[in-house]
């Protein structure tokens, strides 16, 4: 059985993999019902279904993305946990190889522990650089 920080990053990277794969249920298992998330300037979302309806429309024009994850920091408190990650995502639009989007910064999560595992209740996302080309 993996400890509860390594079962809280395999939550951050199933997030990650479920986009990248287009997999918008898989997503769905990644947030509570009533997640909070706050993408900045992309927007801000106050249930899970509202964050997986809006990645699954802004997604639909990319061919590809590349959705990659470092420097894990996991914080547990009995059934809570805090986690800040640092991403860097790169989107290839489709029909135009020359177009994409390159973005770098940080999440900061609060987790809970669901009764099927662990589950983002809060996002924060923190954009250190976005580009588009």
Not at 17 to 46: E, H, P, Q
Not at 52 to 78: C, I, K, P, W
Request: proline fraction near 1%.
């Amino acid at each position: 059985m993996p400890s509860d920080s390594e079962a809280i990053r395999d939550v951050l990277v199933r997030y990650a993999t479920a986009i990248d794969d287009k997999n918008w249920a898989l997503l769905r298992t990644c947030f509570t019902a009533d997640a909070s998330t706050d993408y900045g300037d992309i927007g801000k979302w106050s249930d899970a279904d509202g964050i997986v309806a809006f990645m699954e429309a802004a997604h639909q024009g990319f061919r590809a993305t590349n959705h990659m994850l470092s420097n894990f920091v996991v914080r547990v408190d009995g059934d809570r946990a805090r986690a800040t990650t640092y991403f860097h995502a790169v989107l290839s639009f489709a029909g135009d190889e020359a177009a994409w989007v390159d973005s770098v910064g940080r999440y900061e999560d609060t987790l809970v522990r669901a009764a099927d595992g662990w589950q983002i209740a809060s996002r924060r996302t923190l954009m250190t650089r976005l580009l588009r080309g």
